[in-house]
């Protein structure tokens, strides 16, 4: 992981597969979002160590374990005061509810049970709304951009945005084929969104930094246009509709996306839909459970 200066003596990152933040006011330092695990944590104490800067603070932009799995051990460590969005904060600290929630609400198999989907739990010390906020000495202005998690924020602070997973870089949205959303209309709105803040520059959480994100959050949106032109014309293909589960199987073979557990392939699952979900909002589809089954149609 390298540490990249954004803006002296004020915001950094540490520039991963998984970006970490790092905002410095004085005698107060704070993380935005904690890596995946331990062992990252560990590299990232260690370089502040090196670099004899402070850590009192901890933001988690959302409830992904790849953003949080670090937090826990962090919390062992240090003592620092943790906020995160509402909602997010209660998958945070039970998060037995992503791997529940993936599995339509039944208990999660064991299997589900896996770092990808859970963290361990931690502790949270502040829930932060939309808005203009004060976490410690940190003025900060919260952005909610929800469509990939249900109240996901990102943080403005001294006019450099750390915008979560709200968009990827366009190498992460290549590699996903279908990105993770949960409602791929509500993510678009939040792209445009994104298109509104003024700042130096911002840091997605799976990219690189950029001055002109502009452009990576153009293609992003490009990017969902043209899977639901796809999943709209695929759908308009069969007269009788298509049920939700060839929907699924359908598109994820078009973009060749790799499914071999069940923890990958409800993922999946739920990004289809979220892009179904979409296709229902924009009335380009409908939707009727017929013979036990869900089923889509295109609107002629
Ligand atoms: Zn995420």
């Known amino acids: 992981m390298e540490f990249q200066t954004l ?42 160590m090196q670099e004899e800067l402070p850590l009192t603070h901890l933001f988690i932009t959302h409830a992904h374990s790849d953003h949080y799995g670090g937090a826990h051990y962090l919390q062992n460590q ?103 959303l949960t409602d791929a209309q509500t993510a678009m709105d939040s792209l445009h969104k994104l298109l509104t803040v003024t700042c130096r520059g911002s840091v997605p959480g799976h990219g690189t930094f950029e001055e002109n994100f502009q452009s990576t959050v153009q293609a992003n949106l490009d990017y969902h246009k043209q899977l639901l032109d796809w999943l709209e014309e695929e759908i308009g293909k069969k007269k009788d509709g298509m049920t939700h589960e060839d929907v699924i199987a359908s598109m994820c073979a078009h973009y060749q996306v790799r499914t071999p557990q069940l923890s990958q392939w409800l993922l999946f699952r739920t990004a289809v839909t979220a892009y179904l979900i979409a296709l229902l909002k924009q009335n380009r589809v409908t939707s009727e459970i017929k013979d036990y089954r869900w089923v889509f149609k295109i609107i002629n």
Do not use: W
């Not at 991963?16 to 990252?40: C, F, H, K, Q, W």
């Not at 924020?153 to 006019?159: A, K, S, V």
């Open 78 to 180: 240090r003592t620092v005061h943790t906020a995160a969005p509402i909602l997010e904060e209660a998958i945070l600290q039970y998060p037995i509810l992503e791997p529940l929630y993936l599995f339509g609400g039944n208990d999660p198999l064991s299997e589900l049970r896996n770092k990808f989907l859970e963290g361990t739990p931690i502790k949270i010390d502040q829930t932060i709304e939309e808005g203009f906020c004060q976490i410690g000495s940190f003025s900060i202005e919260a952005i909610l951009l929800p469509g990939h998690s249900y109240h996901q924020l990102g943080l403005l602070y001294q006019e450099i945005f750390y915008a979560g997973d709200s968009y990827f870089g366009e190498k992460q949205l290549e590699k996903h084929g279908i990105p993770y």
């Open 7 to 48: 803006k002296e003596d004020t915001c950094f990152y540490f520039h991963g597969p998984v970006n970490i933040g790092y905002l410095r006011n004085g005698e107060e330092g704070m993380l935005i979002d904690a890596g995946i695990d331990a062992s990252t944590m560990k590299k990232v104490l260690k370089r502040l």
